[in-house]
């Protein structure tokens, strides 16, 4: 059984990936902006850019995600 400590979840790809996700499915838009999506993760308590690379790249790498210019949306 792996135990993890509640910062280093948090700090992790797939959860930032996940509040990123569910800030997008919120906006119910086809595209959000980058900016907003920091914004909500700020109100998170993710305040670092790295992480927000992290999680991008983590949904991307995954094939969840495209990314444009400052523009993120969801693949159908």
Not at 42 to 68: H, M
Request: aromatic share 10%; hydrophobic share 45%; proline share 0%.
């Amino acid at each position: 059984m792996m135990l993890a400590s509640s910062n280093a979840l948090k700090s992790s790809a797939m959860y930032i990936g996940y509040l990123i996700l569910k800030e997008i499915q919120k906006r119910d838009t086809e595209k959000v902006s980058i900016y907003d999506v920091s914004k909500a993760l700020k109100k998170a308590g993710i305040t670092s850019s790295r992480q927000l690379i992290l999680g991008l790249s983590f949904l991307y790498s995954v094939n969840i995600i495209e990314f444009e210019e400052a523009n993120i949306w969801v693949k159908k």
